[in-house]
């Protein structure tokens, strides 16, 4: 065997116990990031409930310790995994800039201001607590988009997630802030289906009064307008797929 073989021969030796390495390192990194995507598609879903039940039984979140201990620990679960993905992802400062937003939006907000003594009211407050929801969006749409092998479909169904759960939340701010000032809204279907149609761009003939309730009615369409155009990627990405399958 000449110098070149034995080289080669090194060279295979000294590569194959990394790419072994490279290998559990990712599926270890695979099984991390599958069991953090269910702990935080868990502590979301029990945190909407929570504030569907505090919205519709008209209670006082402030008051409820429960609440707002739960709201602490699922903002601090938000922000260790965003250190977590942090330390897997290859390019961290790339990560860290780029997913900075979800860290901003995992504060405990609502824990830290009653220790900064701000001057906010009660309705301020219950805006704050959707706050960290928009995480808790995110955390649910990566779920549902893990049911799918093909990366459009999964990108499309967590927009559609995304989608709901927005409308959902501004279902939920309409019927606070109208229900008992405004007439036309007598109950949460109907601010339901307010926020449904007007996340559909079609409009409702339900006029908010309040500044909070106006400020959703701009929000929604906004929405709507930039997630729907995604129905026509979808299906045309489906029809060039379904066109491969009847040609083989």
Known sequence: MDSTDKTKTNTT????????????????????MFIMHTILFVVSAALIVLI??????????????????????????????????MFFAPDKW???????????????????????????SIEHFYLLQFIPLLRAALAISIVFGYFSKNAITSFFVSYIVILII??????????????????QVSGYWISLWWAAMNLSTVGC????????????????????????????????????????????
């Not at 030796?13 to 991390?32: C, Y």
């Not at 997913?99 to 901003?104: E, Q």
């Open 52 to 85: 569907s039940y505090d919205t519709f039984e008209g209670l006082t979140f402030m008051t409820d310790r429960l609440y707002m201990r739960f709201q602490f620990w699922v903002c601090i679960i938000f922000i260790a995994d965003y250190f977590i993905e």
């Open 205 to 248: 003939d339900i006029n908010p009064v309040t500044v909070e309730g106006r400020i959703v009615a701009v929000i929604l369409p906004i929405v709507g307008m930039v997630i729907f155009p995604l129905f026509t990627v979808y299906l045309t990405d489906f029809v060039k797929r379904l066109s491969r399958s009847n040609m083989k």
């Open 94 to 120: 790339r990560y860290a800039w780029r997913r900075l937003p979800f860290l901003l939006v995992s504060i405990p907000y609502l824990n830290l201001i009653p220790y900064l003594h701000l001057p906010l």
């Open 166 to 183: 927005i409308g959902y939340f501004g279902s939920l701010i309409f019927f606070e802030y109208e229900h008992g000032v405004n007439p």
């Open 13 to 32: 030796e000294n590569t194959q116990p990394t790419a072994i390495r490279s290998r559990r390192w990712h599926k270890f990194d695979e099984v991390v």
